[in-house]
């Protein structure tokens, strides 16, 4: 079966970087577009960006342009989200999902994503 498992989330301080790593098994990876989520307690859950099926693009929201990085390999089935410039509006439940989907638009909305890791806790301390 299908499963994402991030890792690498935890403390930091304020203006500190982290990188999360989301590992695939049980899919052919580069027919799946890859994003990237977070929830804050009492929040809507909301992207934080998204990888094309190829790597040739990728989308940001506009409140971590400039500071997050999203990459993937392909080859072996991780997408990565390197987060820097860590702020305190950014803690949050960090998600990877992934979206079966070759075309041109990699997807913004939770109800486009069919596969999700558990999630790994992002902690910023002031």
């Known amino acids: 079966q299908v499963q994402l498992v991030e890792s690498g989330g935890g403390l930091v301080q304020a203006g500190g970087s982290l990188l999360l790593s989301c590992a695939a098994s049980?899919?052919?990876?580069?027919?799946?577009?890859m994003g990237w989520f977070r929830q804050a307690p009492g929040t809507e859950r909301e992207v934080v960006g998204a990888?094309?099926?190829?790597?040739?693009?990728?989308y940001y929201a506009a409140s971590v342009k400039g500071r997050f990085a999203i990459s993937r390999d392909n080859a072996k089935k991780m997408v990565y989200l390197q987060m820097n410039g860590l702020q305190p509006a950014d803690p949050a439940v960090y998600y990877c999902?992934?979206?079966?989907?070759?075309?041109?638009?990699?997807?913004?909305?939770?109800?486009?994503?069919?596969?999700w890791g558990p999630g790994p806790q992002v902690t910023v301390s002031s």
């Open positions: 990888s094309k099926w190829s790597g040739s693009a990728t």
């Open positions: 999902a992934g979206k079966p989907d070759r075309s041109t638009y990699t997807g913004t909305t939770v109800s486009e994503y069919l596969y």
């Open positions: 049980g899919l052919t990876f580069n027919n799946y577009h």
